[in-house]
């Protein structure tokens, strides 16, 4: 609550995440399993003797360096920032828990960016085994990278022990570490196996890509056999309420994972026929749109796994809205929910002006509208527009008067993935009165309700 508001207004402070990251994660995904393939192809092409492939390699290999090493590398910068600007609290606590395992990551992602463009501009200029030995640092790099990274997205799920000690290494191995680090790892080569498909496409020479591409097939088809697997065992390490928002509670989430599934069908489908039965004739349109199939299930799949952390973004710790849930006697922190309830979230706000900061007559209007963006817009927007519109989720759930809305609001706790209404009760009924407003425009709430008078 230290800190002022960023909204990204239509869309949601949400959904700028969402697409940064979801788009993110495809380049991150592919500069990771993609040189475990080249490598593999590589030493079998050296041992052939073949020109071919050795040709596609090069060609397969400049492309991942440009797509994951410029796109993907400005994204990665994004998600900073727009993370910073949404959840400053959130990473603030993630940079005091796990600041040296991120400075460990960025030693490996150096090293990723040292070797791949050594391992491009060397091709063919330095001895065989000199290059495949660069080859195979830059994978272990990228894949020791997600092997870190792994430990700080399963603790914002899963934190486990580190609710009672606040120590580094049990928020890192947390109860999803193995199974989710088992399934990127499966995963990574799926988008890598996607992608050669892509570049094997553009091949000339049918017998080239019709090797090409069925390489390209088996670590696409190995990686979702054996991700699917590794996707139940995580399913089984995820708290029971994650569990429920994703099949029970939100028809969106179940939404969500219906089309992660459908996605990964129609790429075994895609690599079983272009990868086998049709490799020889492989054309670029089929391999783009299974490209696309891929991301729009990567973006399933992870706004599933970010729902599936509601209420929280670190959870029995930190709300969705940065309010902090508990006490965490190991870090120093105090639980505010109470402290909130009692003295009000306005007085505590550093960023409200001194004019809202004690509710009247004239004022309610105002108050209700810093109460509604700082408890509310992490995940909606006060637009009609949006995905989690505010006036279209009163609609749907049939409040539309001040009292309704307020009564909406005593009942945030009975669902699953909402943090509950923070403040006092006058700060309720001014959020209600606001919200209200944004249903129907023309409605004025009576004062009086407001006060409590």
Avoid at 221 to 235: E, M
Avoid at 321 to 337: S, T
Avoid at 383 to 406: C, D, Y
């Amino acid at each position: 609550m230290l800190y002022p508001l960023f909204e990204w207004h239509g869309v949601g402070n949400g959904m700028l995440m969402a697409i940064i990251a979801t788009y993110h994660i495809l380049p991150c995904h592919l500069a990771t399993g993609a040189f475990w393939i080249t490598y593999v192809m590589e030493r079998k092409a050296y041992q052939e003797n073949d020109e071919g492939m050795l040709e596609f390699i090069k060609k397969y290999s400049l492309l991942v360096l440009i797509f994951c090493f410029v796109t993907g590398s400005l994204t990665g910068a994004g998600i900073w920032y727009a993370a910073t600007l949404i959840s400053p609290r959130a990473i603030s606590g993630l940079i005091h828990n796990y600041v040296w395992g991120w400075a460990t990551e960025w030693v490996f992602f150096l090293i990723e960016i040292v070797t791949i463009y050594t391992y491009y501009y060397t091709f063919g200029k330095i001895s065989r085994k000199a290059h495949l030995r660069i080859g195979l640092i830059y994978a272990m790099s990228a894949w020791l990278s997600m092997v870190i990274i792994t430990g700080i997205l399963g603790f914002m799920l899963t934190p486990g022990k580190w609710s009672q000690t606040g120590l580094f290494f049990d928020g890192f191995f947390n109860p999803s570490y193995w199974p989710q680090l088992f399934v990127r790892t499966a995963f990574m080569f799926v988008v890598g196996g996607a992608y050669a498909a892509i570049v094997a496409s553009f091949m000339k020479d049918p017998d080239i890509k019709s090797k090409a591409m069925k390489v390209a097939a088996k670590w696409g088809l190995g990686g979702l056999i054996v991700g699917g697997l590794f996707t139940v065992w995580y399913f089984t390490k995820i708290p029971a309420t994650a569990k429920t928002i994703i099949f029970e509670d939100l028809a969106f989430t179940k939404t969500m994972f219906e089309i992660a599934i459908a996605a990964g069908v129609l790429l075994f489908i895609y690599f079983g026929i272009w990868g086998f039965m049709k490799s020889r004739t492989a054309g670029p349109i089929p391999a783009i749109i299974a490209m696309l199939v891929l991301f729009v299930g990567i973006c399933a799949g992870e706004t599933m796994r970010e729902m599936a952390r509601r209420p929280y973004l670190i959870p029995g710790y930190m709300y969705s809205n940065q309010m902090i849930a508990k006490d965490m006697k190991p870090k120093g922190v105090k639980n505010e929910v109470a402290k909130f309830n009692k003295e009000g979230v306005l007085k505590n706000y550093y960023f409200a002006p001194e004019s809202v900061k004690e509710i009247d007559a004239s004022n309610f209007m105002a108050a209700g509208r810093i109460l509604t963006k700082l408890e509310c817009i992490s995940c909606h927007t006060v637009e009609s527009t949006g995905f989690f519109s505010i006036p279209k989720l009163m609609v749907r759930f049939g409040a539309s008067s001040p009292e309704e809305v307020h009564d909406f609001l005593d009942a945030l706790s009975d669902y699953d993935y909402m943090p509950p209404f923070v403040g006092t009760e006058k700060e309720k009924r001014a959020m209600a009165a606001y919200i209200a407003s944004l249903v129907n425009p023309n409605q004025k709430a009576d004062p009086a309700w407001v006060l409590g008078k």
